[in-house]
């Protein structure tokens, strides 16, 4: 294999970092190479905005759930989806940009989420590591507030990037052909495979946490999805414009 692959499949998430600041030439090839993922239609429907005010990132990490690498990570970025930006060039082109649309929502997710996973392995490339903040959309309307965001944005997530300071495993993830299917959604054997690939998963935690854990990937996901999940999220993309048309 060659140092691509490697490093895409070397990934862990790293919530601990060094006091070390990042270079400025690596924070602008970061973000370089953010631009450089692919966006539908060439829209480039997404904003990034890098928190750098301790007392927003303090509010940010309560706001996120306690999550306090956010106030120490040396570099926390927020991905947002942008259609404002799009409605300006309509109105540059004097035309009307109709708004609310469910496909513009993706689209826009999409953008976002594909800059975020090229400045990712950039940043992985460059011997920084970093972990994706969902717990942004916790409280997203605050957190839009504090970082005076308009509406046709939202925060889709953040992340936090430094040098590591830990070196968790690898988490080993599902089988191949769980997730890899030929001309068809076939779930033919995969029960069987899940129920193996919990027990690696369990070993893993077992391990990661000298016992003190050893949950199933089953047992973590069942345990999140018979939950609401964040039941807010409709009402507060209504009110940013994105009405699900």
């Known amino acids: 294999m060659n140092e691509t692959i490697n490093l895409l499949k ?23 190479c953010a631009q450089s993922a692919p966006t539908s239609s060439f829209i480039q429907a997404y904003t990034i905005i890098s928190v750098v005010d301790k007392s ?18 040396p570099l926390f970025l927020i991905y947002c989806a942008d259609l404002n930006r799009i409605k300006t060039s309509c109105e540059i082109n004097h035309k009307t940009m109709l708004e609310g649309y469910t496909e513009t929502f993706i689209v826009a997710t999409v953008d976002a989420t594909l800059a975020a996973q090229n400045a990712l392995i950039a940043a992985e490339s460059l011997g920084l590591g970093g972990v994706y903040i969902g717990g942004i959309r916790n409280n997203p309307s605050q957190v839009c507030k ?21 070196a968790p495993d690898i988490k080993t993830r599902l089988p191949l052909d769980v997730i890899f299917k030929t001309d068809e959604y076939n779930t033919t054997g995969d029960a069987e495979k899940i129920e193996k690939y919990d027990s690696k998963i369990s070993a893993y935690y077992k391990k990661r946490t000298q016992g003190k854990r050893s949950d199933t990937w089953t047992s973590q996901v069942s345990n999140l999805m018979d939950k609401p ?3 807010h999220m409709k009402n507060f993309l209504e009110g940013q414009g994105f009405k699900m048309k």
């Open 56 to 73: 927003k990132r303090k509010a940010i990490a309560h706001l996120a759930g306690d999550q306090t690498y956010v106030e120490e990570c």
């Open 146 to 166: 504090l970082l005076n965001i308009p509406s046709g944005v939202y925060p889709v997530f953040g992340m936090c990037i430094g040098y590591p300071d830990q």
């Open 10 to 32: 070397a990934h862990s998430s790293i919530r601990k970092y060094k006091d070390q600041p990042i270079e400025a030439e690596k924070i602008k090839a970061i973000i370089e």
């Open 229 to 231: 999940q964040r039941p």
